[in-house]
Each structure stands twice: as structure tokens, then as C-alpha cells.
């Protein structure tokens, strides 16, 4: 069995390498169905920056100490919510992802939180169904809190294509 990866927060010069990371994930969208999400533009520098900045991006890394997977959290309705997961292809299938996930839940944990959201694609087999069988469920419109509803009706317009959206909750 492979070591845990090591989970750290990236430094400013790794910035441009989770831009890349996040562009060669997204082309597996194609495979099913979302092409413009594989065309869609990454991340910005600028964007990705305001994360590090604010101790709310991670990496794992390789043994060359070079990021190969990384997550993004912001707080949405009192809830850390994971506003982006993305694990470079060559490494994919590792549980690397779900370490990241880990990490987040274990820091929520410890800041007091009493759960972890994050939005997703419903029926693409890495998105709901993935975070499904790390604890995730679900979480019904009428529970949505205003920051989580109004968060959705942005990737609503702003994301392309028309696969469905889903809210999901992980309670800690």
C-alpha cells in the first residue's frame, strides 16, 4: 500500500501548477458529456492566490515535494464548503482525493464546524457518487442556508453546459 501523501499548504511559485493541475482533470469531463467544462478555463492566479492567502488551499504532494492534487475551502452558511477538488490524471485513483477531503473534514473539525458542504455534478461517476461513499449526502432544497442557495444559482448560470447541480453535506 502507497504512503499517505503529504498534505500542505501550496506556496505562492506552485500556483501556476494547480492551474494545470485543474485543466488536465477537467478534460475527463468530455468523456461524458461536458465538453465545455474541459474547454472551460481554469483558475486564475490572482484567484487561487486569495485561497493560499487566506489558509484556504491545500496540496498533496509527491515525493519530489511538487503538488499533485489540491483542494479549495471557503465558509458558505457556517459550513467549510469544498469549493474545489482536483487531482492531476497521472495520479488519479490513488485516494489522494479523498485524503484532501479527509484533511478539510478533520480541519473543520477542529475549527468547531459542524459540517462540510460542497456542490457537485449529480450523475458524473467521480462527482456525487464519489463523494457519496466518503460520507457525503445529499442535502434537500429547503434546507439550503442563503449563501449555499445563492451559491448554486451562480454555477447554475456561470457553469456551462446543463448536467444537473447537486448540494451535498457531510456532517462531522
Known sequence: MAARPVIRPPAPAE??????????????????GLPEIADDGSGTLEGLEAYRATGRA???VDERDLPIAYILTAEVDAAVHIEQVSVDPAHAGR???????????DLARAQGHASVTLTTFRDIPWNAPYYAR???????????????R???????????????RVAMIRPL
Do not use: K, Y
Open 95 to 105: 485516494g489522494i482525493g479523498a485524503e484532501l477531503i479527509e484533511h478539510v473534514c
Open 134 to 148: 466518503l460520507g457525503f449526502a445529499e442535502l434537500a432544497q429547503d434546507e439550503w442556508g442563503p449563501q449555499l
Open 58 to 60: 491545500r496540496v498533496a
Open 15 to 32: 500556483l501556476g501548477l494547480l492551474i494545470e493541475i485543474e485543466h488536465r482533470a477537467n478534460r475527463a469531463f468530455a468523456d461524458h
Open 150 to 164: 445563492a451559491l448554486i444559482a451562480h454555477e447554475r448560470d456561470a457553469i456551462p453546459g446543463d448536467a444537473p
